[in-house]
């Protein structure tokens, strides 16, 4: 349940003043709990089958929940087995999960042969420094523990270190879970750290559920970008290189490019202008933003530059550090600062795709999803307080017609709002109520889903962040509209008012895709590789029925060339079937068939992804045809989709 809008265990006592809210189990917080409390029962078997087992952190995650775990030998697939089997035994148990609220002293003497957790109350009170996903463990409030109670002698079976809440008891982990693989695992996510053994799970409602889980993970497995990418040959991550950063091959670079140049025309049409920064700077910039005392973790360490010595080695001037940039919006100012504005230059658009550089920690880093180099499509506007709603609009509108341009078409979206603790925020509570209220009235006009959360505001202004569900269900977060008051205060920001005064512009930041490479890999694993045809790397290649009819498709692929289209002609020496096979499997969207009844009639023989042909249509209106589609960014799938009418 939750009580005044805090989650609380059931069993949490309340007062007739208290406002009580029920949590179902089918709800986001009814379902990170059931994982969250099947990860404990998940731990309990783990140290029950393996006693000296340390305990790591077991958060729940998106569809699922881990556990880490430090053992002397890697759990194999009969540990697996057992484990899976001892957690039914806890299960049909029906132990209830019982709170304790303890000191941290307390917390130590129970917990000392465990040494990450004593660790982590060591941290206690920054999270976020602890580990990814150690919040379920501990906050900056007080520390508890969670005792696993056997239902018939009354004795504490195991217990955990644990922020809760938890089920009433382990039988409501009923049968809608499993345990899908192990995997290694650094301590706290750096390779300093030990590696730990990690076993991830998932849990659902129902065994129905937890079935159509399994379906839609066989799908994502199918659709994985970087199996994709691979296959397809569209980016790698070279060893020489480093973890986390990408190199794209010519056909991925086709796709990005389409992307960047799309995105351009768009961003030019609603009024932004494009502004290109370096990828470092000196320290200075970094300290004037803040940047580096609020994210210098993130950071990669600086390069000193500028030293000077003289012939006997001697430093006759001192030298500067300088640090990759992690975001693009200091330097963004800096334009904005270099000479004066008036409020008749705002709002102000800059954009850029500017290449960022992130040290994410090794165990976070994912194919292109998260990376340590990346490139936003990053976007700061300028706007008076009184042009702050109706831009923020625009952005909106914008973002949401951009990315239905990429085939993307269900969203939602969540308002990050402040909460009661004034501690955590800056500004006024005018600015936080009109700011607040601008970004809900445009979310609630848009027509979209909108949830609401309280505390997840940046400490200086609301936010809006979209999300988008993909292909098979997926959510994905993607564009996010930031309100800043703060960094234009920090940087002295100015343009003159009408009456002549001078004021403070806000700063509204806005990645429409988030990174480019992240956006790709979700329209990769969206399409299943099966891209638009004005995204596709080949968009049309040419199958001769036989060697003598390669000469004049030739001429046909060149017509289309000529027209921008991304077409080629296969003459190789293998039969005509196995071409097809060949370039339908590497999903070229458009087959061009000719064979001596095309040559004769001037005409070509399509083939479209599902099999189907249309036949014997002329050179023209094939050109035609197959610009029209590129034009209007059709996914074409079938000979029904294909009309001429473009």
């Known amino acids: ?10 069993a949490a006592e309340v007062t007739d003043t208290q406002t009580i809210e029920p949590v179902t189990i089918d709800s986001e917080d009814g379902l990170n709990i059931l994982r969250h409390s099947t990860a404990h029962v998940l731990a309990q078997a783990v140290q029950k089958l393996r006693p000296e087992a340390k305990l790591g952190i077991g958060p729940f995650i998106t569809d699922g929940f881990y556990y880490d775990f430090g053992v002397d030998e890697p759990f194999t697939p009969d540990d697996l087995k057992a484990i899976k089997k001892e957690m039914q035994r806890i299960v049909r148990d029906a132990q209830r999960f019982r709170r304790r609220v303890v000191t941290d002293d307390e917390a130590r003497a129970e917990l ?4 990450f957790k004593l660790e982590l109350i060591g941290l206690k009170g920054g999270t976020k420094e602890a580990a990814e996903g150690a919040g379920v463990e501990v906050g900056a409030g007080e520390l508890t523990i969670y005792d696993n109670i056997d239902g018939r002698t009354g004795e504490v079976a195991w217990k955990d270190l644990c922020r809760g809440p938890h089920v009433p008891s382990t039988r409501m982990v009923g049968n809608g879970w499993d345990i899908l693989r192990v995997a290694g695992a650094y301590w706290r996510g750096s390779e300093k750290n030990p590696q730990l053994q990690r076993i991830y799970g998932t849990a659902w409602p129902s065994k129905d559920e937890l079935v159509a889980y399994k379906d839609r993970l066989e799908e994502a497995a199918r659709r994985d970008h970087r199996k994709l990418g691979r296959e397809m040959d569209l980016f790698s991550f070279p060893d020489e290189i480093g973890s986390g950063l990408s190199v794209w091959h010519p056909k991925g ?5 389409e992307m960047e140049q799309h995105a351009r025309r768009r961003h030019i049409e609603n009024g932004y202008s494009y502004v290109y920064t370096p990828h470092i700077s000196k320290q200075d910039l970094f300290l004037a933003s803040n940047h580096l005392v609020t994210y210098k973790e993130g950071m990669f360490p600086p390069i000193v530059m500028d030293e000077e010595r003289d012939d006997e080695g001697n430093i006759t001037k001192q030298g500067q550090d300088y640090y990759l940039k992690p975001m693009n919006c200091p330097m963004h100012i800096l334009i904005y600062k270099e000479r004066a504005r008036s409020y008749r230059d705002l709002p102000l658009r800059f954009a850029e795709n500017g290449t960022v550089y992130r040290n994410e920690l090794s165990g976070a880093l994912h194919g292109l999803t998260r990376v340590r180099g990346f490139t936003q499509d990053d976007s700061h506007l300028f706007v008076t307080p009184e042009q702050l709603e109706s831009e923020v609009t625009k952005v909106l509108e914008f973002i949401i017609s951009m990315l239905r341009d990429f085939g993307l078409d269900d969203f939602e979206l ?5 909460d009661d603790e004034k501690a ?22 848009s027509g979209l889903k909108l949830t609401e959360v309280p505390g997840e505001a940046a400490f200086y202004g609301p936010k809006i962040d979209l999300k988008t569900r993909d292909a098979i269900g997926r959510v994905w977060q993607l564009s996010t509209v930031q309100v800043d008051p703060n960094l234009p205060e920090r940087f002295d920001l100015e343009y003159t008012a009408a009456d002549g005064s001078k004021q403070r512009p806000i700063m509204i930041h806005r990645a429409l895709f988030g990174s480019i490479e992240r956006f790709f890999a979700i329209l990769l694993e969206h399409y299943a590789g099966d891209f638009p045809v004005w995204l596709a790397p080949v968009q049309v290649m040419g199958v001769p029925v036989a060697d003598e009819f390669g000469d004049y498709l030739q001429g046909v692929v060149d017509e289309l060339r000529a027209a921008g289209v991304r077409a080629e002609v296969d003459h190789s020496d293998d039969r005509m079937q196995k071409k097809i096979r060949t370039h339908t499997t590497s999903k070229v969207p458009l087959i061009l068939i000719a064979g001596e009844q095309d040559r004769s009639a001037g005409t070509v023989s399509f083939r479209f992804r599902d099999g189907s042909q249309r036949n014997g249509v002329p050179v023209a209106d094939a050109v035609a045809l197959v610009t029209g589609l590129i034009a209007a960014k059709k996914l074409v799938l079938t000979d029904a989709d294909a009309t001429l009418e473009a």
């Open 1 to 10: 349940m939750r009580v005044d809008g805090t989650l609380k265990d059931l």
């Open 112 to 115: 000392a042969h465990e040494p």
């Open 253 to 257: 670079g086709i796709v990005r490019g």
């Open 414 to 418: 969540e308002l990050s709002m402040r």
């Open 424 to 445: 955590k925020w800056i500004g006024s509570d005018e600015f936080w109520e009109y700011s607040t209220n601008a970004l809900r009235n445009v979310a609630l006009a």
